[in-house]
């Protein structure tokens, strides 16, 4: 049997060289621009102004902030403030109860306008005086612009003006701006240096009376019941040894009524510069009264007929 043929062997094929091709940079894709973030929509609780961010004015960062800052609180202070087209507001402080309250009272363009900022109830007690009853918010406004004692008879109240005499307690204060307000009184007279600002307690204290009742202030009070008596005011001082009972006294239509401090009572030359002394007639085993307590009365007297149901004696205006 022949042997298998042996095939020869091929020679080995050769490679082809690999053609070189120079690397190019590979084309890098853009970076993609961020998303734009949707717009939050204001919450009940607060508004679109998460942390507090600006919206035009200057607002102070809450860690600067401390309990001697003006600012105002309490529900009542703060709706009657943000109602008042006249306040420029720096910084509007909520808990989440309080600026959801604030929203359903109708006021949501005024939280997101401020900036609200959302804090927990103690943060914000904490920038307040100690004691404060904040009620879930606290605002710092500019104050109010003075007003001039010369634009006294066009400001719209019919009741009496009421004159205090370096009266400078702010809850007192307050309350009898409340009561000034509920008697519809024409104005307040402070004196402007032995008087509280319009802040913190006093506000509170007066329920939102604060902007809605016009204060003057004034440097110089006896002076100033000159001036009122020239435009026709008949000014009657609130003292514990007046002249008469302020039930019996005549009635005017056009009336200053004058209060000093607890205690002090009317400065000697301001007593003078009343046209009459009138007291509060006590029975009772307690002969005085606190002053804002006496102004609450004092106005309810004022607004009943006189002696003989007589409205109103000489009009002197």
């Known amino acids: 049997m022949a042997p298998p043929r042996q095939r020869p062997a091929s020679p080995p094929k050769a490679r082809k060289p690999k053609k070189h091709r120079p690397k190019t940079a590979r084309p890098t894709r853009p970076a993609r621009a961020p998303r734009p973030r949707q717009p ?18 200057t607002t102070p960062a809450v860690a600067d902030t401390a309990p001697n ?17 006249a306040r420029e507001i720096e910084m509007l402080l909520v808990t989440r109860a309080g600026g959801k309250w604030l929203a359903d009272q109708g006021f949501r363009e005024q939280l997101i306008a401020a900036g609200a900022r959302e804090m927990a109830g103690d943060d914000l007690a904490a920038l307040l005086p100690a004691g404060s009853v904040h009620q879930g918010v606290a605002i710092l406004a500019k104050p109010l612009p003075s007003l001039d004692l010369a634009a006294i008879d066009e400001m719209p109240g019919t009741g009496p003006i009421i004159v205090l005499d370096q009266i400078t307690d702010p ?16 104005a307040v007279i402070l004196q402007a240096r032995h008087s509280p600002a319009i802040t913190g307690a006093l506000a509170k204290a007066a329920a939102g009376a604060a902007e809605t009742i016009p204060i003057i202030r004034v440097v110089n009070i006896a002076r100033t019941l000159d001036e009122l008596k020239s435009k026709g005011y008949f000014c009657v001082g609130l003292a514990g040894d007046g002249d008469t009972a302020l039930n019996d006294m005549p009635r005017f239509d056009h009336v200053a009524l004058v209060m000093g401090a607890e205690g002090d009572g009317l400065r000697p030359l301001v007593a003078r510069a009343c046209d009459l002394l009138a007291m509060i007639p006590m029975g009772g085993a307690m002969q005085s009264l606190n002053v804002s307590a006496a102004a609450a009365i004092a106005l309810y007297a004022l607004s009943q007929p006189g002696p003989n149901g007589i409205r109103a004696i000489g009009d002197t205006h």
Request: aromatic share 6%; no cysteine; glycine share 8%.
């Open 171 to 186: 809850q007192n204060v307050g309350a009898i701006l409340r009561s000034a307000a509920a008697f519809d009184a024409k």
């Open 40 to 57: 939050e929509t204001p919450s009940a609780a607060t508004t679109a102004a998460a942390n507090g961010a600006a919206t035009g004015a």
């Open 69 to 85: 800052l003006p600012f105002i609180y309490g529900r009542h202070a703060a709706t009657a403030l943000l109602a008042n087209p």
